[in-house]
């Protein structure tokens, strides 16, 4: 069943093309991992689907529903209201390259606060669901500490409880290992894989080809801002039909 | 140095030197009430905007002007368009119209100082606008904004002084009283730096502890980037 559908998506940053003309779907419980060397748009193309940046052109559906807008009954683009984006936001889950937890909070309560402040649950339920989660990525024993305290593994783990927290039916992972060593970058993708195996819709941005080739069901090979080859990871890696993308993969394998 | 007489004449300045604490409290609560309403309104208008305009004229006047024209300005202003305050409020109003011009500064720099990840963070889970600010960027700035908030009330403890000129009788008026009637110059000087000196660390030391105890959340100011800088 069709998620997300991407539709002719472009981004500018002055004259400059950061996107151009993007198309994507991406069905439920499929895991898609877009490479490309940097500069390639694939954290812009991440960063518009949930809104960060908006795009000059092009459509994000998602689930019945365009994100940023809606066409009203004559057919025209209404551009959604702040409060009607920050809604639908909270259906796509973002992680971030440099973790961003909310400094000023404990662990638990930087998993809380999106159920507590957004979805107005009530504070225990919040953080009942928050130790739940924090369980989940093995950081339990981490609750009441503050971010500072802990490694980047951790807070990168963090970040994917609070993420989670939302319910999202999307999951963007915007290099999510890029400041992390070897080590730290192999927790953080034992608890992505773990997500992946129960079925949770994802899109991840990453350098790791072994990581992408081991949890991705789809690869998306991204080029000056353009789309240039969607395979299966099997395809891709012992075939690939584009001349670019034999190229790049000649460099990482 | 007549030190008795220093002795003697310190009973008669904890009045006055109640006057000058309070008027420099209220002052700068006030002040940061408005300068934080304020300052949120300039973070949220955009560049050229008539808001920022205002907020910017108003920011010009009250660093390019002494405060000493300000405090006569409210003096002689405030009775013209009806206001016939007591000269305490008239301090009031004048130190806080004074303090209100920095704390938009203070208010705007420590909010721009956080980490624009802490705003998309935020967004990415759904939250508006208005509630990251909120929630997230306003306790994240109050920190930010302890330090220079002391250099900003230990400004106001001795711009209050300057209130002896609408004859507020506040510690340097009671001073002037004194030497006017004793001519003990060095005593009541001397007397009254100690005292403003006292009344400043004391207060120093309590904003110190509320900035390491109370909002003790980012002893390594996670977001600034320095913990990147200590673990890899």
């Known amino acids: 069943m069709l998620l997300l559908s991407v539709q002719n998506l472009c981004k500018y940053y002055g004259s400059t093309p950061a996107l151009v003309n993007i198309n994507l779907d991406v069905h439920m419980g499929e895991h898609v991992v877009l490479i490309g060397s940097s500069g390639s748009g694939k954290s812009t193309l991440l960063r518009c689907i949930n809104y960060l940046e908006e795009p000059d052109d092009g459509r994000i559906w998602l689930d019945g529903q365009y994100i940023g807008g809606h066409i009203d009954q004559a057919n025209q683009w209404v551009k959604d209201q702040p409060s009607e984006l920050a809604h639908k936001r909270r259906d796509i889950g973002m992680v971030f390259q440099g973790f961003h937890l909310f400094a000023h909070l404990k662990i638990i309560d930087n998993v809380a606060i999106g159920p507590r402040r957004v979805l107005k649950k009530s504070k225990a339920t919040s953080r009942e669901l928050a130790r739940y989660l924090l369980d989940k990525v093995h950081l339990g024993k981490h609750a009441d500490k503050y971010p500072w305290q802990l490694s980047g593994g951790e807070q990168q783990r963090v970040a994917i409880a609070r993420a989670l927290a939302m319910n999202p039916k999307l999951m963007l992972f915007d290099e999510p290992t890029s400041a992390l060593d070897p080590r730290l970058t192999h927790e953080v993708f034992q608890v992505v894989q773990e997500l992946a195996n129960e079925g949770i819709t994802m899109m991840i941005v990453t350098h790791e080809i072994k990581f992408a080739q081991k949890i991705a069901d789809t690869i998306v090979f991204m080029e000056k801002g353009e789309i240039v080859e969607v395979e299966t990871v099997q395809k891709i890696f012992s075939d690939p039909q584009d001349e670019r993308t034999q190229k790049f993969l000649s460099y990482v394998l | ?232």
């Open chain 2, 1 to 232: 140095m007549d030190i008795e007489f220093i002795v003697d004449i310190l009973p008669r300045l904890l009045n006055p030197l109640k006057v000058t604490l309070l008027v420099s409290i209220i002052s700068l609560t006030l002040g940061t009430l408005l300068g934080v309403s304020l300052g949120m309104i300039w973070v949220a208008s955009t560049p050229r905007s008539f808001q920022r305009l205002l907020l910017n004229s108003y920011v010009w006047f009250v660093r390019g002007t002494p405060i000493i024209i300000q405090i006569y300005i409210a003096f002689f202003l405030l009775p013209k368009v009806g206001l016939n305050l007591d000269v305490f409020w008239v301090g009031v109003v004048a130190l806080t119209f004074n303090s209100v011009g920095y704390q938009i500064e203070i208010v705007r720099a420590a909010i721009e100082s956080i980490n624009q990840g802490q705003w998309e963070a935020a967004g990415s889970i759904g939250m508006t606008q208005r509630m990251t600010f909120f929630w997230i960027i306003l306790p994240q700035s109050a920190r930010r904004m302890i330090p220079p908030l002391t250099n900003e009330l230990s400004n106001l403890i001795k711009a209050s002084s300057v209130l002896s000129v609408i004859s507020l009788f506040e510690l340097t008026k009671a001073g002037d009283a004194i030497i006017a009637s004793s001519f003990k110059f060095a005593e009541v000087l001397l007397l009254l730096s100690v005292l403003y000196f006292s009344l400043i660390q004391a207060l120093s030391a309590a904003t110190k502890y509320l900035e390491t105890e109370v909002f003790n959340f980012d002893k390594a100011d996670f977001e600034s980037g320095k913990t990147f800088g200590q673990i890899y």
